[in-house]
């Protein structure tokens, strides 16, 4: 299985890299990891709508230049589907057995995602209502694919 993040911008918090590279060293047995990061595109100072729809499509098209025609693409999208732990396990279980060895997570920016990267989209994906930070969430995404194997595995998951 092969699992591909693409993520706007890079994290510059320790204490984030420093967990996204345990989760993808804890990853190594169950799937090949790759994160991709794409060049966050500068807003202007009170952006109007034209800019802010600007900024996302260069954002989406760089994105979206990571992802095959043959890629399963899961955006993280606020008003995407809310899934458990358990169910993020079952739908890579699933496209597992349907053939489906390559998942794409894009992760949008400050501004979120291109109509672009949304309609490409195989499943748009909430992890919560609350807003975090999009260096937060790819720490939080790489724990949940972790989880996710491990759920599968039937294996048990402490921290």
Do not use: W
């Not at 008003?79 to 699933?94: N, R, T």
């Not at 748009?124 to 995404?141: D, G, V």
């Amino acid at each position: 299985m092969k699992i591909t993040i693409v993520a706007v911008g890079k994290i510059k918090e320790k204490y984030l890299t420093a967990g996204i590279a345990e989760f993808t060293k804890r990853l190594t047995p169950y799937c090949k990891l790759h994160i991709i990061e794409v060049d966050e595109e500068r807003m202007p100072d009170n952006p109007s709508e034209a800019d802010k729809l600007r900024v996302l499509t260069r954002e989406g098209e760089r994105m979206l230049k990571h992802v095959k025609d043959s890629s399963y693409l899961i955006v993280l999208d606020v008003v995407g589907k809310q899934a458990s732990s358990e169910e993020l396990s079952a739908k890579i279980d699933a496209l597992a057995l349907k053939g489906q060895s390559d998942i794409v997570f894009i992760i949008g920016g400050a501004f979120g995602l291109s109509p672009e990267v949304q309609k490409a989209a195989n499943e748009r994906l909430s992890f919560s209502k609350m807003t975090f930070t999009h260096q937060m969430i790819r720490l939080l995404l790489v724990e949940q694919v972790y989880r996710a194997f491990k759920i599968s595995r039937g294996e048990p998951y402490h921290l």
